[in-house]
């Protein structure tokens, strides 16, 4: 009788012949229960070992886990200071064509607050001090500086102005 899984050793009589041809396939344990192919050894000599690879393991990937989050927290952060800076030149730019639609070069050099991103654009007009070829100042030509300025920022960081020139011409009295 061949002994089947589950099945007592005590109700099990196997033979000589049949013990050699089922020793390749099944192990008795003294427990009386067959298990078939199994692949686990019931006494290893790196049991010990096994526990301590799978802490390193655990701590290479805990440690893999951390880096990428540091990296991906420095990834968002520069992703909203960038952001923030094209926010700022997208209303310098608008502030600038704003300014430089006025009808007059009295209105031109104005002040303006943006509470959304904390910054105070403001505006200079000053004369293009440009010649001719034959020496004579050029009239009517502005150079027209629009200027973003954010508080509590030290001053070699602070965006750089934009510069535009204009033609202005004064309405004359005839």
Known sequence: MKPELGMPNAECRMTKEESVAERGRAVVLQSAYVIRHSSFPIHSSRSG????????ALTIFAIAVLGLTNSLNTALGVQNTL?????MRMG????????????TTGEMAMTQQDDRLG?????TLEDAGLQNKSGKTLADLYKLTAKATIPNVAEDQQPEPVT???????????
């Open 49 to 56: 070992y096994i526990l301590l690879e799978l802490v390193i």
């Open 83 to 87: 952001n923030r800076e094209s926010a």
């Open 92 to 103: 310098l730019r608008s502030f600038l064509e704003e300014a430089r639609k006025k009808k």
């Open 119 to 123: 910054v105070t654009y403001s505006s």
């Open 164 to 174: 535009v020139y204009v033609y202005q011409p004064q309405k004359s009295s005839r």
